[in-house]
């Protein structure tokens, strides 16, 4: 994988010169182009769609919106194309390439790239991601399919998406929380500060009830909200805590084997600490269990 997916389409990108663009703030910084890139003046009626697109539906106002800047100031970056037989597939630009229709243009400036089909969908998935208009859950199921899809462990794809692991992380815990709540993240209800901090409750009807709570007239600020989660945590924490017996522990050493495939001791320390030890045989198995711990 090219190092510059990394940093989205930025490292694609040629510096665009003169007086038309000079009171534009580009969304990415602009990069040469290294010497294997090639940009063409391309056949709108020769480009054909790319169909691993992941987004189907694009919003007509954007799109006008973008039609009306493009025919000011020209397009400031390229679409990305890759040839197939006798034509050119498109891997990222569809909103460009739309709005180059909309207003009559036949010719639009192009990225050529030798490109596998994995590649093409990896490279349109992650432009997909960085889009502005994506809400929260859209960005976290972006990064899971980015994860899932091409095997990566959380650290790849936060190095190809130009953002730290941890940030990764958290974004994808957002899928773990109820139905209803991600609903509520996704329309606005709450915000990602909001539901970053119902993460800290431990079970989905704790969450939604609080949840319940903000949204049916008690309304309360991110830090209103984590000094209540607080409260919760704090008075659980003079409950005594459940003891896992040797049956118990047998039974989470028998699913642990079962998730990484190979052998999974647990052993009891002083104050109820754990040993978990994980047995391989081999530098592919050790990579093996390494790579489904990593993922979410």
Same mark, same amino acid.
């Given at each position: 994988?090219?190092?510059?997916?990394?940093?989205?389409?930025?490292?694609?990108?040629?510096?665009?010169?003169?007086?038309?663009?000079?009171?534009?703030?580009?969304?990415?910084?602009?990069?040469?182009?290294?010497?294997?890139?090639?940009?063409?003046?391309?056949?709108?009626?020769?480009?054909?769609?790319?169909?691993?697109?992941?987004?189907?539906?694009?919003?007509?106002?954007?799109?006008?919106?973008?039609?009306?800047?493009?025919?000011?100031?020209?397009?400031?970056?390229?679409?990305?194309?890759?040839?197939?037989?006798?034509?050119?597939?498109?891997?990222?630009?569809?909103?460009?390439?739309?709005?180059? +229709?909309?207003? !009559?243009?036949?010719? =639009? /400036?192009?990225?050529?790239?030798?490109?596998? %089909? #994995?590649?093409?969908? *990896?490279?349109?998935?992650?432009?997909?991601?960085?889009?502005?208009?994506?809400?929260?859950?859209?960005?976290?199921?972006?990064?899971?399919?980015?994860?899932?899809?091409?095997?990566?462990?959380?650290?790849?794809?936060?190095?190809?998406?130009?953002?730290?692991?941890?940030?990764?992380?958290?974004?994808?815990?957002?899928?773990?929380?109820?139905?209803?709540?991600?609903?509520?993240?996704?329309?606005?209800?709450?915000?990602?500060?909001?539901?970053?901090?119902?993460?800290?409750?431990?079970?989905?009807?704790?969450?939604?009830?609080?949840?319940?709570?903000?949204?049916?007239?008690?309304?309360?600020?991110?830090?209103?909200?984590?000094?209540?989660?607080?409260? +919760?945590?704090? !008075?659980?924490?003079? =409950? /005594?805590?459940?003891?896992?017996?040797?049956? %118990? #522990?047998?039974?989470? *050493?028998?699913?642990?084997?079962?998730?990484?495939?190979?052998?999974?001791?647990?052993?009891?320390?002083?104050?109820?600490?754990?040993?978990?030890?994980?047995?391989?045989?081999?530098?592919?198995?050790?990579?093996?269990?390494?790579?489904?711990?990593?993922?979410?």
């Amino acid at each position: 994988m090219t190092k510059g997916l990394g940093r989205g389409l930025s490292s694609l990108i040629p510096p665009k010169s003169g007086p038309s663009s000079a009171s534009i703030t580009p969304v990415f910084t602009h990069r040469p182009l290294s010497s294997s890139m090639d940009v063409r003046d391309l056949s709108i009626d020769q480009i054909d769609p790319n169909p691993l697109q992941p987004r189907q539906q694009f919003d007509e106002k954007t799109l006008d919106e973008l039609a009306a800047s493009i025919e000011t100031y020209g397009l400031l970056e390229p679409i990305v194309v890759t040839p197939v037989g006798s034509r050119w597939q498109l891997v990222a630009g569809e909103r460009r390439l739309r709005a180059h +229709k909309k207003i !009559g243009r036949t010719i =639009i /400036p192009a990225i050529v790239r030798s490109t596998s %089909e #994995l590649k093409r969908l *990896e490279l349109a998935r992650i432009e997909n991601i960085q889009r502005e208009d994506l809400n929260p859950i859209e960005r976290a199921e972006g990064l899971a399919k980015l994860v899932n899809d091409f095997g990566l462990t959380q650290d790849e794809a936060a190095k190809k998406m130009g953002m730290a692991r941890s940030s990764l992380a958290n974004t994808l815990r957002l899928l773990d929380l109820p139905t209803e709540i991600q609903l509520g993240l996704a329309n606005r209800t709450i915000s990602e500060g909001h539901a970053k901090v119902l993460l800290g409750l431990e079970t989905p009807s704790e969450q939604m009830r609080l949840y319940q709570q903000m949204t049916r007239g008690n309304a309360m600020s991110v830090r209103d909200l984590a000094e209540e989660v607080h409260e +919760k945590q704090r !008075g659980k924490k003079s =409950i /005594p805590q459940h003891t896992l017996d040797d049956r %118990e #522990l047998r039974g989470i *050493e028998d699913r642990l084997q079962n998730a990484l495939g190979t052998k999974v001791k647990i052993q009891r320390r002083s104050r109820g600490a754990k040993t978990i030890a994980i047995e391989t045989y081999s530098d592919e198995e050790f990579r093996h269990v390494i790579k489904r711990l990593s993922r979410p």
